[in-house]
């Protein structure tokens, strides 16, 4: 089925910049669009970008577009999240999980990270 | 963007009764809507893609219908381990943003 494991939270001032990767073992990592999606305390989940099989195509929710940047290196097996000019409402727990089905955006989304946390505080 | 609205908010229902949670799309996304549940410090869980296929390995008590902009999760003789938010989330391909619901709480009485 697969598992993926997040990492690269932590305290960040506001203004400042974070990376988040999210590694992938047991299946086939170029085969899958990937997304992260995002968790502030005590709210809804928040979609926050995929990005094809290929890498090729990335969508961003507006309210990170042009601040955060997701990126993959399948033959790492690692998926990105860099984030700049963090915000306070940044602030939230961060998953990345994989689209269901292979070479596609169906199916919702089947595996999911544990989840790292980034806190944006002075 | 596409607004997804889920009520209630909060359903409080009774073991072994039926629980019924509605999501509506503020346009169509066809049958591009997921269901997920989530439990208190976990990741979401997949129940329902395509509107109304069950995930791998989800119980037969949950299921889900609709299509365009209406959309139900129906949790039939509901479960002590079902107390949990759920979600739905629109993946449709235009416009090309996904998005969720504000979740439906299910608490067991």
């Known amino acids: 089925q697969g598992q993926l494991v997040e990492s690269g939270g932590g305290l960040v001032e506001p203004g400042g910049s974070l990376r988040l990767s999210c590694e992938v073992s047991?299946?086939?990592?170029?085969?899958?669009?990937m997304s992260w999606i995002r968790q502030a305390p005590g709210r809804g989940l928040e979609w926050v970008s995929y990005?094809?099989?290929?890498?090729?195509?990335?969508k961003y929710a507006d309210s990170v577009e042009g601040r955060f940047t997701t990126s993959r290196d399948i033959p790492k097996n690692l998926l990105y999240l860099e984030m700049s000019s963090l915000r306070a409402e940044d602030t939230a727990v961060y998953f990345c999980?994989?689209?269901?089905?292979?070479?596609?955006?169906?199916?919702?989304?089947?595996?999911w990270g544990q989840g790292t946390t980034v806190t944006v505080s002075s | 963007e596409i607004v997804m609205t889920q009520s209630p908010a909060t359903l409080s229902v009774a073991p072994g009764e039926r629980a019924t949670l509605s999501c509506r799309a503020s346009?169509?996304?066809?049958?591009?809507l997921a269901w997920y549940q989530q439990k208190p410090g976990q990741a979401p869980r997949v129940l329902i893609h395509?509107?109304?296929t069950r995930a791998t390995g989800i119980p037969a008590r949950f299921s889900g219908s609709g299509s365009g902009t209406e959309f139900t999760l129906t949790i039939d003789s509901l479960q002590s381990e079902d107390s949990a938010v759920y979600y739905c989330?629109?993946?449709?391909?235009?416009?090309?943003?996904?998005?969720f619901g504000q979740g439906t709480k299910v608490e067991i009485k």
């Open positions: 047991g299946f086939s990592f170029s085969d899958h669009f």
């Open positions: 395509t509107a109304s």
């Open positions: 990005i094809s099989n290929t890498g090729e195509t990335i």
């Open positions: 999980a994989r689209v269901s089905v292979a070479r596609s955006l169906r199916g919702g989304l089947d595996v």
């Open positions: 989330q629109q993946y449709n391909n235009w416009p090309p943003a996904w998005t």
């Open positions: 346009q169509s996304v066809r049958s591009n």
